[in-house]
């Protein structure tokens, strides 16, 4: 096991005394499984092979069961979800809310995807929304932002701030964030950075208002994403603009890294840190002159090992800072 193997490392290195190695042992072999994180993770499994298998479903038997018919089918179980979840909701409060009832935020999910999946194939076989794709996407967009306030989802809120991004013609899944979004386009960008702006701005103000303040971590880690990623491919491709586009990514990256602080986040430290390092990077050596490229070079790539050492050693310790 890597437990024993590192417990054997640092009892080499004298870290640990015998009789410690034995009772961490101990409790490594003895300690209690959480099943509900096991449960939960099979349960939103379970929720994306019922998608795909409803996908495969309407592909394979559309010609004899009928369209008619599946949408028929589809909208009963996502009102049957929604039913279900007005009725058995927790009141509204700002704070963070523990909803009560078994279940609940994976019904609450699936009748979200459910309701993309009606919808979508409504619009793709009926042209419900005509040529206005722009209302096909705003509409999930405002009632996955109700629904996530409303019964405190995070899950619900990634997929209105997406839904929202394709509106505004981006990609804010991180996945695909640096695929689908093409950053050398300064249309893409400019409305990478605004929408990123904003997003970020109204998540600080509902944070100092107290109205989910535990959503900002979501907000962060999407919107924040997407608006660094621009500044950077801004300040790559448009030298005209290249210090205003620098300036945004430091405003960007200290917000990151205020955000990791009080969220305690080591992904979100990682990437302001990312982001910094390539942004000043790219601005020392692409304005600097040849003659002293060279001589920076080496004592740069120095600075910057001993920067990576000594922030693996420290992070803990800068995250506590809050």
């Known amino acids: 096991m890597k437990v024993n193997l590192l417990l054997d490392e640092l009892e080499q290195k004298e870290l640990l005394t015998p009789a410690q190695r034995v009772v961490i042992?101990?409790?490594e072999k003895q300690k209690p499984v959480s099943l509900f994180i096991y449960l939960r993770t099979l349960l939103y499994l379970s929720i994306s092979a019922f998608i795909g298998g409803i996908g495969v479903l309407i592909y394979e038997n559309i010609d004899t069961v009928g369209h008619t018919i599946l949408i028929s089918i589809l909208a009963l179980v996502t009102v049957g979800c929604f039913v279900f979840v007005f009725r058995k909701g927790t009141p509204y409060r700002p704070e963070k809310v523990v909803q009560t009832t078994h279940y609940?935020?994976?019904?609450?999910?699936?009748?979200?995807?459910l309701f993309l999946t009606l919808e979508g194939y409504a619009q793709y076989q009926y042209e419900l929304f005509g040529t206005r794709y722009g209302l096909a996407v705003i509409i999930p967009a405002i009632f996955f932002f109700y629904l996530a306030y409303r019964y405190d989802h995070q899950g619900v809120l990634s997929l209105a701030i997406t839904a929202l991004a394709s509106w505004v013609g981006l990609t804010a899944t991180p996945s695909e964030l640096l695929v689908k979004n093409d950053f050398s386009d300064p249309a893409v960008i400019r409305a990478s950075v605004i929408f990123g702006?904003?997003?970020?701005?109204?998540?600080?103000?509902?944070?100092?208002?107290?109205?989910?303040p535990h959503f900002t971590y979501t907000y962060v880690l999407l919107a924040g994403t997407l608006y660094l990623a621009a500044c950077t491919g801004g300040m790559f491709t448009q030298d005209r603009l290249q210090l205003l586009f620098g300036v945004l990514l430091g405003i960007g990256c200290w917000d990151f890294f205020k955000n990791a602080q009080d969220e305690n986040s080591l992904l979100?430290?990682?990437?302001?840190?990312?982001?910094?390092y390539t942004g000043i990077t790219y601005l020392l050596?692409?304005?600097?002159?040849n003659e002293f490229m060279e001589f920076l070079a080496s004592f740069y790539l120095?600075?910057?090992?001993?920067?990576?050492?000594w922030f693996f050693v420290s992070y803990k310790k800068i995250l506590k800072r809050s």
């Open 285 to 289: 050596f692409n304005n600097l002159l």
């Open 197 to 212: 702006a904003i997003i970020l701005t109204t998540a600080r103000f509902l944070k100092q208002r107290g109205i989910k």
């Open 302 to 309: 120095l600075a910057s090992a001993a920067g990576v050492v």
């Open 268 to 276: 979100l430290l990682l990437i302001s840190v990312i982001f910094g």
């Open 104 to 113: 609940f935020d994976t019904v609450l999910l699936l009748g979200c995807l």
């Open 25 to 27: 042992g101990q409790y």
